[in-house]
């Protein structure tokens, strides 16, 4: 049994199609994430989760009931909105049990409810406040416990941290991720953070012009993105691309990198037997700058190439140190320590097994 | 140089002040000679200067204009007309507002298709000189039966204040998140839960708004009042306008002073009690909650 399933939903506003046959499907307990641009109709998928809004076409399951016709209140959902959508008129109390209240609920389980909820928030000091009252933490707070109190088959999430500073949203972010490992709970959660992405889901979906392009694990997203956007749009730097042409040596499979104190062979040990109807033909190879790093000194499937140094950035742990092979910028992530001034050189090392190659013209990668 | 500005500043100040306090005698003088007038007897009047102030101050001119000056052919004071307006304002301002208030809520968070167009139908309606209606409304009041009575009043009023009220409520639900309904519809509310719950208790500086709009373009109204109501059911400006232009003998200015400020007492009173959230409300929408 699938806690969610959608199935080929599509949606237009009137001339504009916004999403164009979405499909996914996941299990009781899972972290779903919805990642992608902004205006690739991320909200708009959950809306139509949620009942807000209709699907043009397409069908929705929640547990073992098809919901696509049902009104928001009847598919035992809740949701967090990314303005948090406090009533302003309440107090915290009754924003937590407002929904309990509608549903019925016994005046004491209310209480009762509210009072475990606020406990494991820590927001037991604020339910008498208005929303006005409360800083954006406590209110996002507020917000995920109006959620939790109703204890629904499902969690919609709309980009609820994307209004909090940094240190905030760190803390809530590792909040929510405990939070769900102790709840256990089904969660459908946009973001177009990509930390977030990476750490709070079980999986990724990473949606572009109203497309998945593609679903599934976090690490199987990062190390085997199945396109270019994909493989740009996870990690920070993103991903280098650089444009090569395969060739057949007596090693194997491998391109060349110019542009440093000599030519750097790539081996390519991925996909050997879709490679070979590449071989004398450009591909794009996409390249995380953490696999390339200041040369090491164990061995393995290292390259080690004396490249020369365009630009160097401190981010504090690390240091990235931007040089150019087949004319372009390729950026690496450096130990500081090992770092030279702009204008000289260093030998850097290419962790090759990690490499991914595309087809410059589709933009897929080729397996 | 602190000092050049400082006395710059106060000059400044005294500027400000001294144009305030200009305006503001010009528009107390008309009240303060009607009260003045009010109080004192007919030949303190004849004799005495308009500025003056009343050397035997009396009520007897307001008793005469609530009780017993004559509107027309009967002599009964105001008290009957006065009370026309009021069970004709209350009901009337009620009525639209809630309908406004209705209305608002349906064309900003219930949107369908034509909502937009409706709206301009509406706002159109405040475009609609009063004399444009005045015989088709006429027909209308008589096809209803209510021709002629303050009920007939109460009908018009509402209708003709309808396009305001959903004028005022409709840009002020405007901005209130899209979100925040759609919360309380997960939250398991339906349509009139949430009006009532979510949004009404959000509303009240429209209302101000709302209400003393409909108050004082309803209580002041002369010409609907005039053209559809008759004898003892007239509103009170119609009365005044009776009670002034009745000429037996001597004009007694006392008694058609009081008179006038009965009429526009209520008024006055709406603005002093609510007058600074009327302020607040008309500048509500522009600050983000
Ligand atoms: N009610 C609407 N009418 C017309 N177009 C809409 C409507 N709602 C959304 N859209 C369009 O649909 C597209 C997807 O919108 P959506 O809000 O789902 O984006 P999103 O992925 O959530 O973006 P963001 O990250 O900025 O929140 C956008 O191009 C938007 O302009
Ligand atoms: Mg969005």
Redesign the pocket.
Known sequence: MHALKIENVYKS??D?E?LKGINVAIEPGQFLILV?P????????LNIIAGLEAATSGHIYIGEREVTNLSPKDRDIAMVFQSYALYPNMSVRKNISFGLEIRKVPKAEQRETVQRVATMLQIEDLLDRKPSQLSGGQRQRVAMGRALARDPSIFLFD?PLSNLDAKLRVEMRAEMKELHQRIQSTVVY?T?DQIEAMTLGDLIAVMKDGIIQQFGPPQVIYNAPKNMFVAGFLGSPSMNFIPAVVEQTESGLGAFLEGGAGRIFIPLVHCTQALKAWVGKAVVLGIRPEQITHAPEHEGRIQIGVCRINRVELTGPDALVTTCLNKTDVIARVQPSSLCQVGETMALGFDTSMIVAFDPATEEAIV | MNKAVGRQHRAGRLFIYGCLLLVAVYYLVPLFVMIMTSLKPLDEIRTGSLLGLPLNPTLEAWRVAWGSACTGVSCEGLKGYFWNSVFMVVPAVVISTMIGAFNGYVLTQWRFRGSDVLFGALLLGCFIPFQVVLLPMARTLGFLGISGSVAGLVFVHVIYGVAFTTLFFRNFYVNIPRELTNAARIDGAGFWLIFFRIVLPLSPPIIVVSVIWQFTQIWNDFLFGVVYSAGNQQPITVALNNLVNTSTGVKQYNVDMAAAIIAALPTLVVYVVSGKYFVRGLTAGSVKG
């Open positions: 506003f009137g504009t916004v992608g902004s205006g690739c109709g991320k909200s708009t998928l980009e946009v177009h």
